[in-house]
C-alpha cells in the first residue's frame, strides 16, 4: 500500500511538463521514491495471540491497540517519510521541518509500540538473576522498584510511557518518562516500556490507570528485557 | 455564570453538575456510559485532587478556577485548567445542540473563515490532528479576532489571554467508548452536538 502510493507520487511528477520538473530533478525523485519504498515500515507480528494476555490486557484491548493503533502509526510514518522524502530531493527545507511532528509522532509511536510487545508475554517471566541483582542494587528491591515505576507512570499528565533503560553514561538503570509518541534517544537504551496512553487500558480499566499499572507486571517479559539489557551493555 | 471556587475558607472546590442527565446525548452517539465516566470520573476527579494539593493553604483554596489557571503550574494548574475545560466543554454540548450558529456569532465566523463550511472544516482538522492529549478551541483572540487554537494536555486559552467560544475534548477518554480509536467519528457526533447559544454567549 506504501508502495503504490510513493509510485502514485512519482508517476505524478514524471508526468508534469519538462521545464516543471527537469530531468535531474526527476532522477532524484525516482531515487527519493525508490528509496523510500525500500524503507516502507511495517506493522511487527506480535508473538502471541490478541487474547494472551487476558485478563491482565484484555483481547479487545490488544486487538485494536495493535491492529488499529499502531498500524496506523506505521501508515502515517510511511506516508510522512514519503512526503519528506520528496521534500528533500526537491531541496524544499520549510517543508521538511513541517514533516518532523509528524515523523517524530508517527516514528515515535511506531518504535515504541514495536518494543512493547516484546517487552509483554503470557504470563509474564521471571526476572533473570542477574538482572534482578542489578535491580536490588540500584532500586532497593524488585518491589520498590515497581512502585516507583508505577507512581512516576502514574503522574504522565496526559499520554506518555514509563520507561526503564540503561543509561550507558554511567552503565546505570534508569526510569524515565516521556511525553506522547517521543521515543527514548541520546545516549539511554530503552529496555521495558508500559504504554500510559488511555487507549492502553481505558476498555478493561477505564479511568483507574494506577489499577493498570498495577496489574501489567503480570504480563512482563522479563527475559525480553534482560535481553534488551546485555545489547546494550555491549 | 462564571465557575467560582466556594470563598469560604476551608470550602473545598466543587465539580458543577452536568449541565443534562447524563443519557441527554445518547441519541446523538455520546453514550450515558461514556457521559458518566467523563464527568463523575474524570472531571470530579481533577476537583478531588485540587482539593488534596490546597489543602491547608487558605490562599489557594480562596481563588477561582480562572485565578489558579493564571497563576499556578504544574499539578495544581493541571487539575485547576482540566476542571475549568470540563465544565466549558460540557456546556458546548446540548441534546438540542448542532445545526449552525446564528447572529453576530454567525456573522464572525462569515467573516473570519469565509462560511461556516470553512470554519468546521479548519476545526475539525484541528480537533482529528491534534497528536495526543489536548483540545480544539474555537476563542476569541486579545484582538477581539476569532481564531482556532490547538491546547496540549490541561493547556487552557484563558492562560493567553484569549477568550473560549467552543472547546472539544480531543482526549482519549472523551470518546474511547463510544468511538474506539476512530476520533473523526465522535468529532462528527461532536458537532451535532454544539450548543450554540452557549458559545453566541461567549464572545
Redesign the interface.
Known sequence: MATSRVLQSFFKQMSRPTGVVGSSTRRQLSAAAASAANKAHSLPDLAYDYSALAPVVSGKIMELHHSKHHQTYVNNLNIALEQYAEAEAKNDVAAMINLQPAIRFNGGGHVNHSIFWTNLCPGGSEVPSDLLAEIDATFGSLDKFRSTFNARSAAVQGSGWGWLVLNKANGKLQIQTQPNQDPITGDVVPLLGIDVWEHAYYLDYENRRPDYLNEIWKVVNWNNVAERWHAAKE | ETQKANLKQNMPFTCPDLPYPHDALAAKGISKETLT?HHD??HA?YVTKLNALTEGKADLQAKSFEELIKSEQGAIF?CAAQTWNHTFYFNCLSPNGGGEPAGALKEAIDSTFGSFEKFKEQFTAAAVGH????WAWLVKGGDGKLAIVGT???GCPLTEGQTPILACDV???AY??DF??ARPEYVKAWWNCVNWEFAAKQL
Open positions: 465516566f470520573k474524570h476527579g493541571n497528536f495526543g492529549s489536548g496540549h494536555d490541561a482526549w482519549e477518554h474511547y467508548i474506539r480509536n
